[in-house]
């Protein structure tokens, strides 16, 4: 199995470079940390009183999480499609059945604090670093028109999420058996794939 994480923070294009790899490679699939927050009344009070819930760890939904990726990892197989629901507070699970998973890519803003629990394990490691305002923009859009926020709310969430993303990886996670690659703006996304995963663009 080859195993991709993608993190950074809200905005940076997690998202959208998992679609740039998947539609590349065969037989792969996406996990998004993003579909795996936690429901029921306990989390919808907590998302209420607990400023930037959804970017801090008792948000994620772990044990549903390492359910699906462990039956990736282990046996090539996923059995759900999971989707968040961020103004219901709900997780709909599809069944959608793939086998002979080849490449499994978790992205979203748990990913690197998720692998950093796996020892022993090979795995490519990329982290986004985009300019502050490129990912605001990106954000407000999103949170406005898929979430519900008013603009002045999402402005404000995203400079907590920002502040709480690097003052929780400010400590250099210790890793081994991985490749880290860093992404920014200017970096050949196809050069980068061809490079470590040895892909024709």
């Not at 008792?58 to 999480?65: A, C, D, G, T, V």
Request: net charge positive; glycine share 4%; aromatic share 14%.
């Amino acid at each position: 199995m080859n195993l991709i994480f993608i993190s950074g923070p809200s905005g940076s294009g997690k998202t959208t470079l998992s679609n740039q790899i998947i539609v590349k490679i065969k037989n792969g699939i996406v996990l998004s940390t993003d579909n795996y927050y936690k429901t029921g009344i306990i989390s919808l009070l907590l998302s209420k009183c607990v400023e930037s819930y959804f970017d801090r760890s008792i948000s994620f939904n772990y044990k549903l999480f390492i359910k699906d990726f462990n039956m990736i990892l282990k046996y090539g197989i996923s059995k759900y499609q999971r989707s968040y629901n961020f103004e219901t507070k709900t997780i709909k699970s599809f069944l959608c059945e793939r086998k002979n998973i080849d490449f499994l890519i978790v992205e979203g803003i748990f990913a690197k604090e998720f692998s950093s629990t796996l020892y022993n394990q090979n795995y490519f490691f990329l982290e986004l670093k985009i300019n502050k305002n490129e990912c605001m923009k990106r954000v407000l859009k999103r949170d406005i028109t898929e979430r519900g926020k008013v603009k002045k709310k999402a402005k404000i969430d995203f400079l907590k999420s920002w502040d709480i993303y690097y003052e929780k990886y400010k400590y250099k996670y210790s890793r081994n058996n991985i490749n880290e690659y860093t992404i920014r703006k200017n970096t050949n996304i196809d050069d980068l794939l061809k490079k470590i995963f040895n892909l024709n663009s």
